[in-house]
């Protein structure tokens, strides 16, 4: 039988502990006490509009839905072990917010959580916007769509990943992923990709320096580059640019077409011989 309650104030530790089939109106878990593990080893949670201010409410929880919420700093590695959890239209602020948990959907919310995400799988995230450093370290089975993403060092390691309509501004993101895609999109930042291995762009737009270096089955289609400059070395790469790029330094191979390329850097030191044809379109 559901039990539902309301306009109710938490701070004890485990207070609502292995609890099963809980619906949480407007309630607040928050106070001096060490309250944290509020809702541990619980199942069939629906808690809306409430207010998380205490460390790891929600470990080892099956099905969690969560409508309205705001998660404070202080609620640090609110969401870790779950399985089958559903965000919307919430606030998630504390550090390492969710981590090693499967089966998330986050919808219309905003995040600001360093360390977000890791070794979780089958994501989606809808209409968000998301900052933090490390985002989705070393996750897998993710789906992006209309998202706007800060931060550093994101998408390392991840595995199978779709980006859809979305803003990133972000340093080394995606280095060692592999099987990404990503369309309609503007990824702005250094480093871009590096010993990624089955990263595809289409559509998109590129900013930032020595982007796309040490890839494998890289492939880039109908995209455009900025401050792009000693870009694709050391990559296997199909790149098919729109407009110029600022400099190519010695891709390992493939084919690189483009409007126009200001320097083909080719160096006699080179590590692997630097085998890609490139070609200036209209010459």
Known sequence: MEKVISDKCFSAERALYHSEGL???????????DGES???????????????????????????????????????????????VRVSRSKLNGIKAIRECRGVSIN?????????????RDIAVRGSDIAGKYAFFESSDITLKDVKFSGKYSFQYVKNLVIEDS??????????AENVTVRNSVVKGEYLGWYSDGLTLINCRIIGTQPLCYCKNLKLVDCTTENADLAFEYSDVEADIKGGIIS?????????????????????????????????RGK
Do not use: Q
Request: aromatic share 12%.
């Open 23 to 33: 619906t949480l109106i407007n309630c607040r878990f928050e106070g001096i006490e």
């Open 38 to 84: 509020a809702l541990k080893e619980s199942k069939d949670i629906i808690a809306k509009n409430c207010y998380m201010d205490l460390r790891y409410p929600y470990w080892h929880v099956r099905n969690l839905e969560l409508d309205e919420c705001e998660f404070t700093a202080g609620s640090r590695a609110a969401m870790w072990y779950d399985e089958n």
């Open 108 to 120: 219309n919310s905003e995040v600001v959580s360093d360390e977000f995400m890791w070794r979780s």
């Open 167 to 176: 803003a990133l501004d972000t340093k080394d993101a995606f280095w060692h």
């Open 248 to 280: 190519v330094k010695n891709p390992r191979s493939g084919k690189i077409v483009s409007d126009g390329i200001g320097e083909a850097i080719l160096t006699p030191d080179s590590v692997y011989p630097p085998n890609a044809e490139i070609v200036i």
